[in-house]
């Protein structure tokens, strides 16, 4: 079999968005390739050691491939992904004046290739995320998240992903009800299920994301404690209180927290359905915030009735953690 390979050159700040956009489009499978480059800051603190690929990619820029059956519409696709792009300067995402390339590859086991650079990845001393194929022996106490991303986007070696997984950590304790919006793979509802939370419900509007969250869901044994479910934001949880039901979502509303990893646009979206869905003292942690929107995405949640607690940066992304009194 062969597949359209288009390919994306750009900024690594830009890969989060463009690589959804190539999901979204229908691509079997994407691949990210950023600089190679010995000067870019990497955390040391918990003793990683990184093997550094040099390449002949700039500092700062990232190649991104998306790979889609023979027989699809390429001028069409390419259309729509240019335009989706350059959507991007509207929300002063530096996309670098991308361009763009396609051509015919032939299957060569593309769609099994990349999993040679998804290695085992400790985010904190307790949490590591551990793809499904790989053999990894954990420590006292260390929490294992297994995860096989397929289609889905999340593997937690992204900025976004990897602060709010630590956040997670801090913020979910014992017992607490729990709701992920935009669960992508279903890490974050893993990782909250795994640190204590007594159910989660995982929303995500795209149905390859919901198929993929569901099965690492039943990787990691937890089908009985975390609920994955198709909705648009919160619509989901709307629709049952107006029907009166609410057993079918697992939690218990309103629940103790909340979390989005997504675009700071979409968060502005439904701040009041989220602070609506928390129980008073509840906490929503708002990722996938570039630093240029953090004042925006901030001012929004305190107009709503939240008091911003915390902070965290990494790279060019910020995570927040908002309390409801």
């Known amino acids: 079999m062969r597949w359209h390979e288009i390919t994306v050159y750009t900024t690594e700040e830009a890969i989060e968005m463009i690589s959804n956009f190539i999901h979204e489009l229908g691509a079997g499978g994407v691949s990210i390739e950023e600089s190679g480059t010995l000067n870019k800051p990497r955390d040391t603190s918990l003793g990683q050691w990184y093997e550094l690929p040099l390449n002949d990619i700039p500092e700062g820029r990232a190649v991104i491939k998306g790979y889609f059956a023979e027989g699809s519409d390429t001028e069409a ?12 300067a509207e929300f002063d995402i530096d996309t670098g ?16 290739a990349w999993k040679q650079y998804f290695k085992p990845l400790r985010i904190t001393d307790r ?4 793809p499904t194929w790989e053999e990894y022996e954990p420590q006292a106490e260390e929490i294992i ?50 640190l204590g939370a007594k159910h989660v419900l995982a929303l995500d509007l795209d149905p390859v994301a919901v198929s993929s969250a569901t099965e690492n869901v039943h990787l990691n044994g937890l089908d009985d404690r975390i609920t994955v479910k198709l909705s648009d934001l919160l619509q989901v949880i709307n629709e049952h209180r107006a029907a009166g039901e609410s057993t079918a979502l697992g939690v218990k509303l309103p629940v103790q927290v909340v979390v989005a990893n997504i675009l700071a646009e979409i968060i502005l979206m439904f701040v009041q359905d989220v602070y609506e869905a928390l129980a008073s003292g509840g906490s929503y942690i708002v990722s996938g915030v570039i630093k240029s929107k953090q004042d925006m995405v901030q001012d929004a949640l305190t107009s709503a009735g939240f008091h911003v607690t915390e902070v965290n940066e990494d790279q060019d992304w910020v995570v927040l953690v908002a309390r409801k009194p």
Do not use: R
Request: charged share 25%; proline share 2%.
């Open 77 to 88: 696709i390419l259309q729509e992904l240019k335009q989706s792009v350059t959507q991007l």
């Open 97 to 112: 004046e991308p361009t763009y390339e396609w051509k015919l590859v032939d299957d060569e086991d593309w769609a099994n």
């Open 127 to 130: 949490l590591t995320i551990k």
């Open 145 to 194: 998240l297994e995860l096989d991303p397929g289609m889905a986007f999340g593997t937690g070696t992204h900025a976004t992903t990897a602060l709010c997984l630590k956040t997670i950590e801090q913020v979910v304790k014992e017992g607490d009800d729990v709701i992920d919006v935009g669960t992508g793979s279903g890490i974050l509802a893993i990782a909250a299920a795994k």
